[in-house]
């Protein structure tokens, strides 16, 4: 049953692509999109019954790709995957459909968009090297093509050249840990290499895991190797966008827990440690920079480089506890990591699809140039703002359900009595508290600077409602994000399958069943539904009592300004001011590019004629490590360059001189 | 011996037990019930033009030794925060908008206090070529402080007025 919805569902997506470069330019889009609709809802049926009846699904094809073929295995770690990347495939194809942006209406664009969606659904579901390589490679390069859409500017194509070899640098480093475990165990299926892993030297066996840790990682957007994650991300229109932090960077944390876990089963304390430790750095790094940037898109990139190092915490943190034989700890952090991805898909998905329609209605994501756009995009605005509450990690919303599961996971760690885990989740936990309260001062500046005040540009004040589909996509996201964050005891089951398969062998429930959140073997239990509950009653409460005592109607009155006689757009707040102070504290960290330049009057140099301030972040790891990376390799490719002047006597000479060479070593 | 340096310290060493220098005033001018804020009052201090005299006498009524802010009126940084606006000054052309632009962000009941001859229509810079032409608010005070200026045993009666304490 499974088995063949999910094969209909990777049918359909194909379908999709098809109908998206086929069909004539009215239907192109629509076709796609509803196709592609389908796929998600019947992947999504599939992933569902696989995780309901946690018995795993393969389908092996011999045909469709020569020599090596295809094998899809479904079991409950990879559903997860496929059921989140399927949710966001939906809103996003919904949203599609009524994207206004022309770009995205050509027919590369209308057939790349359902293959992106498709090859996401597939990569959690291959289940040999060649299968995974090629669903991967299909990925990057979909992606790649679609960020290309925006290839007029100079900015989407810097950002395209950065993804292109960071994801390829990173599929060559993957590739090269799968030959090596695959190389050892005689065969391409995963099945196979699970069943060797034992038996692999244990050199080979760390080698293999950081080289396919540094190409995961890069794909999930962690420290140091992030830095084409926000690049891209801004530059991708918004359905592009909310795809590739909704659901590709996820497949990062697929690749880690699936090669460390379950290929080469378990592993190593230290690769665990490591794995939480670039969770840290990831985590405060990305919501530092979120802090302090005042592009909308910008500021969600590094939100999602932010949340994947909380994943990566919670997932080293298992991998650790399950070293050290803690299953049942290891298992509900496992759980945690996975909620988290889960809901971070949601919300940030839905966030990227409302800057997506914010770009579109204002042309440009400058908070700085934004601003009341309450009025003018209501819908979207409260979308965004439900999503904006559920990453800052507010009850009732999903965020904090995962959080506190998450500080839970860790907090309990401690009784694992060994010193560096010990010392890892520490460090994990007070990374959670930092990055809640940046997270929240740069979604307070998102939606307080964008979303309120007055606007800033006559196009902000002229910006329209995005299209009912735009609006419906968003808020098919915005719905997991209250009901996951109400009652998140519905995929507890679910998520502790998945963490099962991960580990290995049927672990106890971490999560006691119900509505709530209750933690197997404590008392401690929360119900986000009374919570929630609560909440309203005491807000409706309020409101009742504030209408009751008052008796004259609310005078409207202007807005306290001091007084001043003009009172423009031009004095409120602005991103860049508002997230000041805190740029100024982690100046060490952000190390911002400042300039005043002041000219004075001709006549007097006591009186300023004008005043330049210029101020612009830029990430110190790109600056530090990556661009003397890139003038090393510039310099190499000149002294290269003296071997070759283009006369084809020289090339001849070479080819001879190489034949006499390897005839000598040969002889 | 007694220095310099241990005559320098005496003041100081005295004042720790000398008596509160705070002084007792007169009765409050209305009984409590009849107060229009009973208890506490809180203002908003916007000065209209003054020449600072004004502001000299409301500093040294909220000092120490008059602390009008035992008899329940406080200064505030907000019109949002107060019950009234307490003027000084003849209101000039610069300040007649901030002035009604902070009376209409008082919200309702409040009180209008004018302190200084000059709010109230007199003093030496009335007719000046910088005033503006009506006060308007100003010209029907709720409380009037006349003197040029009011010493602080005034303005703190006026407003213990308002409060009844």
């Not at chain 1, 590369?108 to 995974?132: D, E, H, Q, R, Y």
């Not at chain 1, 880690?256 to 790094?285: D, K, N, Q």
């Not at chain 1, 949601?346 to 329609?357: E, R, V």
Request: one cysteine or more; proline letters at 6%.
């Amino acid at each position: 049953m499974s088995a063949a919805l999910l094969v209909a569902g990777l049918g359909l997506g194909g379908g999709g692509a098809a109908a998206g470069a086929v069909l004539p330019a009215r239907a192109r889009v629509p076709g796609a999109a509803v196709l592609t609709g389908a796929a998600c809802v019947v992947a999504c049926a599939a992933a569902a019954g696989v995780l309901t009846s946690g018995k795993p699904v393969t389908v092996h094809s011999a045909e469709i790709l020569p020599l090596t073929g295809v094998t899809l295995s479904l079991d409950p770690l990879g559903a997860v995957f496929v059921l989140t990347t399927a949710l966001v495939g939906a809103a996003v194809s919904c949203y599609a459909a009524g994207y206004p942006a022309r770009s995205m209406k050509s027919r590369p664009a209308a057939g790349l968009l359902p293959l992106f969606i498709t090859s996401l659904l597939l990569v959690p579901a291959a289940a040999s090297i060649a299968t995974f390589m090629a669903a991967w490679e299909l990925m990057a390069l979909s992606s790649l093509l679609l960020l290309l859409t925006g290839h007029r500017r100079r900015e989407a194509r810097d950002a395209a050249q950065w993804y292109a070899v960071m994801t390829h640098a990173g599929a060559a480093a993957i590739l090269l840990a799968f030959v090596l475990m695959g190389a050892h165990a005689g065969g391409q299926s995963f099945a196979a290499i699970r069943a060797y892993a034992g038996g692999l030297p244990p050199t080979v066996r760390s080698l293999a895991f950081l080289l396919a840790l540094a190409g995961f990682a890069s794909k999930a957007g962690a420290v140091p190797v992030h830095v084409w994650l926000p690049r891209a991300h801004p530059e991708a229109p918004g359905p592009v966008s909310a795809l590739m932090s909704g659901a590709m960077v996820n497949l990062g944390i697929y690749g880690i827990i699936r090669t460390g876990e379950v290929l080469l089963g378990g592993g190593e304390l230290w690769w665990w440690l490591m794995v939480a430790g670039i969770g840290v750095v990831s985590a405060l790094f990305g919501a530092l920079h979120a802090a302090a940037s005042s592009d909308l898109k910008r500021l969600l990139a590094y939100s999602t480089v932010d949340n994947m190092g909380l994943v990566l915490i919670g997932v080293g943190a298992s991998g650790a506890l399950a070293v050290t034989r803690h299953d049942a700890l290891a298992a509900l952090a496992m759980v945690a990591a996975l909620f988290q991805m889960m809901n971070h898909a949601a919300f940030k998905g839905c966030l990227f699809l409302g800057a997506g329609s914010v770009q579109h209605a204002a042309g440009t994501r400058d908070l700085d140039q934004l601003g009341g756009l309450l009025r003018r995009l209501p819908a979207t605005a409260a979308l965004f703002g439900v999503a904006a509450l559920s990453i800052c990690a507010l009850p009732p919303f999903s965020g904090f359900a995962s959080e506190w599961l998450l500080v839970q996971g860790l907090l309990r760690g401690f009784s694992a009595h060994s010193a560096a885990t010990a010392a890892a989740l520490l460090a994990g936990v007070a990374a959670l508290a930092l990055t809640g309260g940046l997270t929240a001062a740069a979604f307070v500046k998102a939606f307080g600077i964008g979303f309120l005040g007055q606007p800033r540009t006559p196009a902000a004040a002229a910006a329209d409602e995005a299209a009912p589909a735009m609006v419906a996509g968003m808020a098919l996201l915005a719905v997991p994000c209250v009901v996951l964050g109400v009652i998140p005891g519905v995929v507890m089951p679910l998520l502790a399958r998945a963490a099962g398969t991960a580990l290995g062998g049927p672990p106890p429930d971490p999560v006691r069943a119900g509505t709530g959140l209750g933690l197997a073997g404590s008392t401690d239990v929360i119900e986000p539904a009374l919570l929630a509950l609560l909440l309203t009653a005491g807000l409706a409460l309020a409101w009742a009592l504030a209408r009751i005592r008052t008796r004259a109607r609310a005078r409207r009155a202007e807005a306290w300004g001091c007084g001043r006689e003009l009172q423009t757009a031009r004095m409120q707040y602005t991103a860049t001011s508002f997230a000041e102070p805190l740029q100024r504290v982690f100046e060490d960290v952000l190390r911002p590019d400042r300039d005043l330049d002041v000219s004075h009057l001709a006549e007097s140099r006591y009186f300023e004629d004008a005043l330049r301030y210029h101020s612009r972040i830029d990430d110190a790891v790109e600056r530090g490590w990556y661009r003397p990376l890139i003038s090393l390799a510039g310099r190499w490719g000149e002294v290269a360059r003296r071997a070759q002047n283009g006369s084809m006597h020289r090339y001849l000479a070479y080819g001879f001189a190489a034949l006499i060479v390897i005839l000598v070593v040969l002889a | 011996m007694i220095t310099s340096s241990t005559v320098q310290w005496l003041p100081p060493l005295r004042s720790l037990f000398a008596r509160p220098v705070t002084e007792r005033l007169p009765p409050p001018p209305v009984p409590r019930s009849a107060a229009r804020f009973p208890g506490s009052v809180q203002l908003r201090h916007v000065g209209a033009g003054s020449c600072n005299g004004c502001e000299l006498e409301i500093a040294s009524a909220f000092g120490p030794v008059y602390d009008a802010e035992r008899y329940g009126a406080r200064l505030v940084a907000s019109p949002r925060h107060a019950d009234g606006v307490l003027v000084t000054g003849v209101v000039t052309r610069n300040m007649a908008v901030p002035l009604s632009k902070t009376l209409d962000a008082v919200p309702a009941p409040k009180v209008v206090v004018a302190c200084g001859d000059c709010a109230l229509g007199g003093g030496p810079f009335a007719g000046g070529y910088g005033v503006a032409d009506g006060a308007g608010p100003l010209e029907e005070p709720d409380v009037a402080i006349p003197g040029c200026p009011p010493g602080p045993v005034a303005i703190a009666q006026a407003l213990r007025g308002l409060t009844g304490r």
